[in-house]
T-cell receptor, first 113, second 111 residues
Framework: DTEVTQTPKHLVMGMTNKKSLKCEQHMGHRAMYWYKQKAKKPPELMFVYSYEKLSINESVPSRFSPECPNSSLLNLHLHALQPEDSALYLC????????????FGSGTRLTVV | EDKVVQSPLSLVVHEGDTVTLNCSYEVTNFRSLLWYKQEKKAPTFLFMLTSSGIEKKSGRLSSILDKKELFSILNITATQTGDSAVYLCAVGNSGNTPLVFGKGTRLSVIA
C-alpha cells in the first residue's frame, strides 16, 4: 500500500461545529504532516509528527488541534473555525521527518460557513 | 530565511510545445530539490535532485539541478492537455526542517 488516505474528501462546517479530519498510511512512515493550501498558493506547513510526537507546530491557532494516536494515523480536530480557514488540507507522510520522500494524500476540501 | 522562487507563475501553451519551468532557491545547507505536479488535489512526486548536472528523466519530463547557480529547470516536451497542472518546486536542507515550497507554476496546455 503506497497511499495516504484522507477522509472526508469534502467537509462543510459551521463556525460553532466540531469536526475532525483523518489521515492514514500503511507504508511504515514515521513522519506525518498537515499542510493547509489556499487557492493558487503553495502548501503551508501546519504540523509535523515524528515517531508519534509533535515536533513542529508552525504557530497554528489553537482552534486546530492535531493528534497522532499511532504511527499510521493522524487526525486534525477542528473547533470554532473561521471562514478564512476554508482551504484544502493536505496530509503527507515520509519515512522519517527529514527524509523528503513525501507522499501526499488527496486532501480534504474544507468550507467554513 | 530559506526561499524558493518559481517562474513563470503561469504559462499557456499549445499541445506539442516544449516548456521549461524554472526554480531558484536560497537555502542554508541545501540537501535536495523536489518537483511535484498538482492537478486537482494531491501533489504527486516527479523528481528529487541532489547532485548538479545529472539529468533525471521520466518520459517527456526531465529535470536538472545547478547547485552553483542555485536553480533547477523542469522540461516538458511534446506537451499534452493532461500536463495541465500546477508544478511545485520544493527544497530541503540538511537541518531538521521540512520542505520549503515555491508558489508553483500553473501550466495550461490547450488543444
Amino acid at each position: 500500500d503506497t497511499e495516504v488516505t484522507q477522509t472526508p474528501k469534502h467537509l462543510v462546517m459551521g463556525m460553532t461545529n466540531k469536526k475532525s479530519l483523518k489521515c492514514e498510511q500503511h507504508m511504515g512512515h514515521r513522519a506525518m504532516y498537515w499542510y493547509k493550501q489556499k487557492a493558487k498558493k503553495p502548501p503551508e506547513l501546519m504540523f509535523v509528527y515524528s515517531y508519534e510526537k509533535l515536533s513542529i507546530n508552525e504557530s497554528v491557532p489553537s482552534r486546530f488541534s492535531p493528534e497522532c494516536p499511532n504511527s499510521s494515523l493522524l487526525n486534525l480536530h477542528l473547533h470554532a473555525l473561521q471562514p478564512e480557514d476554508s482551504a484544502l488540507y493536505l496530509c503527507a507522510s515520509s519515512p522519517t521527518a527529514y527524509n523528503y520522500g513525501y507522499t501526499f494524500g488527496s486532501g480534504t476540501r474544507l468550507t467554513v460557513v | 530565511e530559506d526561499k524558493v522562487v518559481q517562474s513563470p507563475l503561469s504559462l499557456v501553451v499549445h499541445e506539442g510545445d516544449t516548456v521549461t519551468l524554472n526554480c531558484s532557491y536560497e537555502v542554508t545547507n541545501f540537501r535536495s530539490l523536489l518537483w511535484y505536479k498538482q492537478e486537482k488535489k494531491a501533489p504527486t512526486f516527479l523528481f528529487m535532485l541532489t547532485s548538479s548536472g545529472i539529468e533525471k528523466k521520466s518520459g517527456r519530463l526531465s529535470s536538472i539541478l545547478d547547485k552553483k547557480e542555485l536553480f533547477s529547470i523542469l522540461n516538458i516536451t511534446a506537451t499534452q492537455t493532461g500536463d495541465s497542472a500546477v508544478y511545485l518546486c520544493a527544497v530541503g536542507n540538511s537541518g531538521n526542517t521540512p520542505l520549503v515550497f515555491g508558489k508553483g507554476t500553473r501550466l495550461s496546455v490547450i488543444a
